[in-house]
């Protein structure tokens, strides 16, 4: 798969993440447990996030066009304490979720946290950044319970380019020499952020070593899964094979832009 998800694998990955999710809590012989990935949370409290989480965003779509925050979710019930019930709260506020991504339809504009970045502020682009927090998530949890896997294919190789464009492009000015960043996925997919002045954009390149390099101040090769656990910061650099200056992605992940 070679093309961004439609709006039909976003739901339907979005619904299927959710799932394997729920199964990492139902595995768990404790919610008390420290995330190792977010060690300020427990997994209930990772629970909790993505509970609620899901309940917000779907208040805020349904909200249309023209709100200006993040909306609440009115009248949601709390979160309950018993595992059963918990695990169907849960699958409820996935419903909530996809539900209302379903009346709005993919093209109909949200409000987004991500400004001047590449994405555009549709119900399209939050279903594909839902996708990857939940998909981020559910890495998470397996990991507490000592299971983790990898995302699949189609989702890491969707989630990598979302994150560089959602989260690291912007009209900002980078306030250092103009430079580019590759980031290879075994799966034969590349991608390049240029920085500059006019700040910082991205934009697929055919295959590794088939355009120009010279322009490039650091790269790095993963399959598609690490680069999203990398970009996320759920595993280290250094578990990653990297060329040229890593001091300039250190600067990159450092780097604070206005949105």
Known sequence: MHEILEFPGLLRLIDERSTAFRSAI????????????CPEWTLLD??????EGRRAWAATITAG??????????????MPQDREALLAWLAASTQEL??????AGPERG???WWGSSQSPRTCGAVARHQL?????HTYDAQLTVGAPEPLPEEVALDGAEEFLSTCCTTRSAWPYEPTAFDFHATEDRTWRLTTDGDGARVARVPAPGTTPAAAVGASVHGTASDLVLFMYDRIPLASMKTEGDPALIDRL?????EG
């Not at 008390?32 to 990935?37: E, F, L």
């Open 26 to 37: 139902a595995s768990a012989p404790s919610l008390d447990v420290r995330v190792p990935t």
């Open 46 to 51: 990772l629970v909790r996030h993505l509970g």
């Open 65 to 78: 066009p023209d709100a200006t925050a993040k909306a609440a979710p009115e009248g949601a019930p709390a």
């Open 98 to 103: 996809l539900d209302a991504l379903r009346e």
């Open 110 to 112: 949200c409000w987004t």
């Open 132 to 136: 990857q927090e939940i998909a981020v």
């Open 253 to 257: 992940r450092g780097w604070e832009f």
